[in-house]
T-cell receptor, first 116, second 118 residues
Framework: DAGVTQSPTHLIKTRGQQVTLRCSPK?????VSWYQQALGQGPQFIFQ???????QRGNFPDRFSGHQFPNYSSELNVNALLLGDSALYLC???????????????FGNGTRLTVT | AQKITQTQPGMFVQEKEAVTLDCTYD???????LFWYKQPSSGEMIFLIY??????QNATEGRYSLNFQKARKSANLVISASQLGDSAMYFC???????????????FGKGTKLSVKP
C-alpha cells in the first residue's frame, strides 16, 4: 500500500522563477493538504484541496496556488519565487470524515526547495 | 498568541530510559484533537499518537503514551525505553473542531529535538 508520494525530492530555483511540486495521496484518501516547513520551524498550513476545490487556506500570498485532479493527486505552484520561499514542502493526505478533527494526516517525505 | 507551545528546543536521554516531551496548547473550541509526529532527518512526518478532547483515558501506542491534562491544557508525550532510532524532531500539533464539514488544518509547535545517547 503506497503512502503519500511527492516529487521531486529536491529542487533548486532562481529568484523570480516559478515552480510546481507534485503529490499523490495515500491509497483511499481524498483530501490533500500542503504545508511549508522553514528550517528550524514546525510546518505551516498553506491550503487544503477536496473534490478538486480549495477548501481552506492559510496565511500565504496568492503566489501560492494549487490544483487537485480527479484521481486526487495535487500540485502546488509558486510564482515569482523569493529567497524566503526556500523550505521543505510537505504534502499530507487524509480521508474526509464528518468527525474530521480526530483523523491524522499522513505525510510524504517532502520536496526541499532552495531558491538562490 | 501561539496555539501550540513546545518549550524544549532540545532534549537528551540515555538509551533505555524514559523521556517526556512537553506540549501546551491554547484553544476555546471544546472539540479538538492533539497529535504527535516524529520527523527524522529524512523529512517525513510520522504520526505517533492521537488524543481527542473528549477522550477519558490517556492515549497509548506501544512505547508512546500521552499525558493529557485537559484543565492545564497540556499534552505531553512520554517515550518509554528510548532507542537510538528515536533520535529525531518531535512535533505536537492540534486540530480544532469541524470547519463546516471540511477538515481543519493542523497547527504545529516548533518542535523538540530529541537525542538518544548510547
Amino acid at each position: 500500500d503506497a503512502g503519500v508520494t511527492q516529487s521531486p525530492t529536491h529542487l533548486i530555483k532562481t529568484r523570480g522563477q516559478q515552480v510546481t511540486l507534485r503529490c499523490s495521496p495515500k491509497s483511499g484518501h481524498d483530501t490533500v493538504s500542503w504545508y511549508q516547513q522553514a528550517l528550524g520551524q514546525g510546518p505551516q498550513f498553506i491550503f487544503q484541496y477536496y473534490e478538486e476545490e480549495e477548501r481552506q487556506r492559510g496565511n500565504f500570498p496568492d503566489r501560492f496556488s494549487g490544483h487537485q485532479f480527479p484521481n486526487y493527486s495535487s500540485e502546488l505552484n509558486v510564482n515569482a519565487l523569493l529567497l524566503g520561499d526556500s523550505a521543505l514542502y510537505l504534502c499530507a493526505s487524509s480521508f474526509r470524515q464528518i468527525s474530521s478533527y480526530n483523523s491524522p494526516l499522513h505525510f510524504g517525505n517532502g520536496t526541499r526547495l532552495t531558491v538562490t | 498568541a501561539q496555539k501550540i507551545t513546545q518549550t524544549q528546543p532540545g532534549m537528551f536521554v540515555q538509551e533505555k530510559e524514559a523521556v517526556t516531551l512537553d506540549c501546551t496548547y491554547d484553544t476555546s473550541d471544546p472539540s479538538y484533537g492533539l497529535f504527535w509526529y516524529k520527523q527524522p532527518s529524512s523529512g517525513e512526518m510520522i504520526f505517533l499518537i492521537y488524543q481527542g478532547s473528549y477522550d477519558q483515558q490517556n492515549a497509548t501506542e506501544g512505547r508512546y503514551s500521552l499525558n493529557f491534562q485537559k484543565a492545564r491544557k497540556s499534552a505531553n508525550l512520554v517515550i518509554s525505553a528510548s532507542q537510538l532510532g528515536d533520535s529525531a524532531m518531535y512535533f505536537c500539533a492540534m486540530r480544532e473542531g469541524n470547519y463546516g464539514g471540511s477538515q481543519g488544518n493542523l497547527i504545529f509547535g516548533k518542535g523538540t529535538k530529541l537525542s538518544v545517547k548510547p
